[in-house]
């Protein structure tokens, strides 16, 4: 992409080295002694604020490689290694979560909540069922400005772009919650599942296989599968098993001997629908990740969520292996 950081980090990292420069002030007059007793107060102060300023910008997520390379720069800079025992590794553990984000992919911040702000008045237009002329008009309003207001927006990452493809799909085609609903009685019907039947009808000589082939590329990330199956563009344990139960397949968490917790999916039964086998596919490959390394902490998360939220999926056992 032509821009290479994000806002948002580009702001933690001025700070840091706005603080660091202030610190360095007192290290070049030779008034950063290791003892803190004989350090000034100005000093101490300073060497407070780049500690801290430091600690927010390595443990706050990175959005491009080069965010990423930032980083890697600045600790090399300051000598982060295994002797910051206390801080060394989360800042690594957020440095492996970073690349795993990379190839979901990951979407900036500004781009997430455009994405948030287009989810809710698509939803609210969905829902204005019976309302008034005026209050529809309103709404159709609100949307087609958070589309035009995303669609315009800068990308700063490859996934930024991927939503765009997606919105504009999904305006082009429409979701599968009406016409699979009402034409196919298709109960796993969903406002953001772009609508397959009609995506190569009305087009040019190559366009159909276009569109077929954007759907394909979105369907086979993580990013894509999200937005599809859950009308978001990040994991969520409850959005997760509401796709679940569109797509027909029962979730519970098993409690077992020793209080032992295992969450359970059974099979489900679109084996003869196509459209609601992918919705199957698609469900199990978010809770696994999609191979991204994601699966062990979205599979505890849907537990967790289960167990504090939704006690009629819960199941006590006798015992079982974990």
Same mark, same amino acid.
């Given at each position: 992409?032509?821009?290479?950081?994000?806002?948002?980090?580009?702001?933690?990292?001025?700070?840091?080295?706005?603080?660091?420069?202030?610190?360095?002030? &007192?290290?070049?007059?030779?008034?950063?002694? %290791?003892?803190?007793?004989?350090?000034?107060?100005?000093?101490? #102060?300073? #060497? =407070?604020?780049?500690?801290?300023?430091?600690?927010?910008?390595?443990?706050? *997520?990175? +959005?491009?490689?080069?965010?990423?390379?930032?980083?890697?720069?600045?600790?090399? @800079?300051?000598?982060?290694?295994?002797?910051?025992?206390?801080?060394? *590794?989360?800042?690594?553990?957020?440095?492996?979560?970073?690349? @795993?984000?990379?190839?979901?992919?990951?979407?900036? %911040?500004? @781009?997430?909540?455009?994405?948030?702000? +287009?989810?809710?008045?698509?939803?609210?237009?969905?829902? =204005?069922?019976?309302?008034? =002329?005026?209050?529809? =008009?309103?709404?159709?309003? #609100?949307?087609?400005?958070?589309?035009?207001?995303?669609?315009?927006? %800068?990308?700063?990452?490859?996934?930024?772009?991927?939503?765009?493809? &997606?919105?504009? @799909?999904?305006?082009?085609?429409?979701?599968?919650?009406?016409?699979?609903?009402?034409?196919?009685?298709?109960?796993?019907?969903?406002?953001?599942?772009?609508?397959?039947?009609?995506?190569?009808?009305?087009?040019?000589?190559?366009?159909?296989?276009?569109?077929?082939?954007?759907?394909?590329?979105?369907?086979?990330?993580?990013?894509?599968?999200?937005?599809?199956?859950?009308?978001?563009?990040? &994991?969520? *344990?409850?959005?997760?098993?509401?796709?679940?139960?569109?797509?027909?397949?029962?979730?519970?968490?098993?409690?077992?001997?020793?209080?032992?917790?295992?969450?359970?999916?059974?099979?489900?039964?679109?084996? $003869?629908?196509?459209?609601?086998?992918?919705? $199957?596919?698609?469900?199990?490959?978010?809770?696994?990740?999609?191979?991204?390394?994601?699966?062990?902490?979205?599979?505890?998360?849907?537990? #967790?969520?289960?167990?504090?939220?939704? %006690?009629?999926?819960?199941?006590?056992?006798?015992? &079982?292996?974990?």
């Amino acid at each position: 992409m032509r821009l290479h950081t994000t806002p948002e980090f580009a702001a933690r990292l001025a700070a840091w080295r706005e603080a660091y420069a202030k610190h360095d002030v &007192f290290i070049t007059a030779g008034e950063d002694s %290791p003892c803190g007793d004989d350090r000034s107060e100005a000093s101490n #102060a300073a #060497a =407070d604020l780049e500690y801290s300023t430091l600690e927010d910008f390595l443990i706050a *997520p990175a +959005f491009t490689p080069t965010e990423i390379l930032r980083k890697l720069e600045v600790m090399r @800079m300051r000598d982060v290694g295994e002797g910051w025992t206390d801080h060394y *590794p989360r800042y690594m553990a957020q440095i492996e979560r970073d690349l @795993m984000e990379q190839q979901r992919p990951c979407v900036s %911040p500004c @781009m997430s909540a455009l994405f948030d702000t +287009f989810r809710e008045a698509t939803r609210a237009l969905d829902e =204005d069922h019976g309302g008034s =002329d005026d209050r529809c =008009d309103e709404l159709a309003a #609100a949307l087609s400005s958070a589309v035009l207001s995303l669609l315009t927006a %800068p990308c700063f990452t490859p996934g930024d772009l991927m939503v765009k493809v &997606f919105v504009d @799909m999904l305006g082009e085609h429409g979701g599968t919650h009406w016409n699979g609903a009402q034409q196919h009685k298709d109960t796993g019907g969903f406002l953001f599942e772009i609508e397959r039947r009609d995506l190569t009808e009305g087009l040019g000589l190559h366009d159909g296989e276009v569109q077929e082939a954007y759907y394909r590329d979105l369907n086979d990330t993580d990013l894509g599968c999200c937005l599809l199956a859950l009308g978001r563009v990040d &994991f969520d *344990p409850a959005a997760w098993l509401v796709a679940a139960d569109r797509a027909g397949l029962p979730v519970s968490v098993i409690i077992g001997s020793e209080n032992r917790e295992q969450l359970w999916i059974g099979m489900g039964g679109g084996a $003869e629908h196509r459209v609601q086998r992918e919705r $199957e596919h698609r469900v199990h490959r978010l809770l696994t990740g999609n191979g991204g390394g994601f699966g062990n902490a979205r599979t505890a998360a849907v537990a #967790a969520y289960i167990l504090a939220n939704d %006690p009629s999926r819960i199941t006590r056992a006798l015992d &079982f292996a974990r």
